[in-house]
């Protein structure tokens, strides 16, 4: 759906110099505001005719039968402004939220002829709806230089529709699950998250990643790199990995003192951030292994509980998961109650169901746009937040990765 961009624009004021064209042009251009001004007055005229209709379109009205036959009401227009953004202040109907609105954006945007829309609580029951005629995401924009020093410092997650930056704390007790098709921009964010993590001397940047490009090569020689198995070639590193991880952990959770439940990282007990890239794919290739002896534990089953015992025990003494997947289905994550461990979600672009499987009912307006978002907006869902979609920064070439952590990362002594 494109915008038929309807809005007048503001007459235009270069014209040439001179006496004569000054005298002309104050008075052309009394004129052509005189003109725009009543264009203006005009499109706003348009959008409230058209409102009633747009909002009954997508039901967001009401019907009420009265004595004389059925009335229909709609949340009320009260002043517009026409510029960019065009803004209208909207009286809500009783019982209305201003996500009731925001949840039907697209469809209503669409209806008076823009791409989308934002809605911006104004006072009492007013919102201010925002009418744009390009999504705000659309700009990429580029991960700055920033680290931070300590996991108690929040990173950059991304930008929200409003162009506002949503941080978050990796000392906050809280698994990251990462979902999105090849391409929609999983790794490059997790490039950026991790570029900010390098240099915090009280984090280890640890996990398994068989494609070998997140984690790996450009850890050698930092204090990160014994805590990583990487690629194919062998599958049982990936599980004495996690198992070496679960063994830091019950040694914590054994030391935690009397009536304490969890420990502050320090960079003497450092954070461990367990990033795990295409998990569903590390099961599979565990599964495709030979068969072993009786008694044996396979790959598959050390990966699959070494992983669950981390989501499920490590946040209270400094674990933190990170998963990648291209679809975050309970069997491949896992199972459904290890995916229920992750509080901060982020979907890249996913069919609608992928969506709705991570981030519940409330994102099924989203679904249908966001089967094509473009790589790096993603639907980003935490405790205490509402569901948000967000620009993710863009870290450049990978090249630029790997430099980036090459002069952060602490080096090993
Ligand atoms: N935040 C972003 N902004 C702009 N382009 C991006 C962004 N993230 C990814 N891309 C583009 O998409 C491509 C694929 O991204 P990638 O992270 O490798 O996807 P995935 O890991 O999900 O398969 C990148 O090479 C880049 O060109
Ligand atoms: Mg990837």
Partial sequence: MTATALLPFPPDRSRGGGWFGRTRRSWADRRADREHEQE???????????????????????TTDTA?????RTPRVGRIVVDRPTT???????????????????RLAHSLGFETLRVVPHGGRWVRVELLDQDPLTEPFALPRITVGTCQDPVLLGRD????ALGHTFADAAHVALQGQNGAGKSQFAYGLL???????????????????LLGCPYDGTVHRPWQAT????LEEHAALLERLVGVMDERLAALPDRVDKIEPSPAVPLFVVVVEEFPGLLRA??????????????????????????????????RVITLAQRAEAEAMGGGYARDQYALRLSFRVPGDSLEMLHGPAVRELAERHATAEPGVAVLSAPGRDVVRV?????GAYAEYCDRIAMTARKEP
């Avoid at 499109?43 to 009633?52: I, K």
């Avoid at 900010?196 to 990643?209: E, K, N």
């Avoid at 534990?297 to 025990?313: C, G, T």
């Fill in 68 to 72: 004389t036959g059925p009335t229909v």
């Fill in 195 to 213: 570029a900010q993590l390098a240099a915090a001397d009280d984090v280890r940047i640890a996990g398994s990643d068989i494609t070998g490009l």
């Fill in 161 to 164: 529709e409003f162009g506002d």
């Fill in 88 to 106: 209208v202040l909207v009286e809500l109907l009783p019982g209305q939220e201003p996500q009731d609105l925001s949840r039907v954006g697209d």
């Fill in 231 to 234: 690629g194919t070639a062998d």
């Fill in 391 to 395: 620009r993710v920064p863009y870290l």
């Fill in 40 to 62: 203006c007055w005009a499109f706003a005229e348009h959008l409230r005719f058209v409102w009633r209709d747009a909002c009954e379109g997508v039901g967001v009205s009401r």
């Fill in 286 to 319: 565990a599964g495709a292994m030979p068969k072993l002896g009786r008694g044996e534990r396979s790959v598959l089953d050390r990966i699959r509980a070494a992983n669950l015992r981390l989501l499920s025990e490590g946040r209270k003494v400094g674990f």
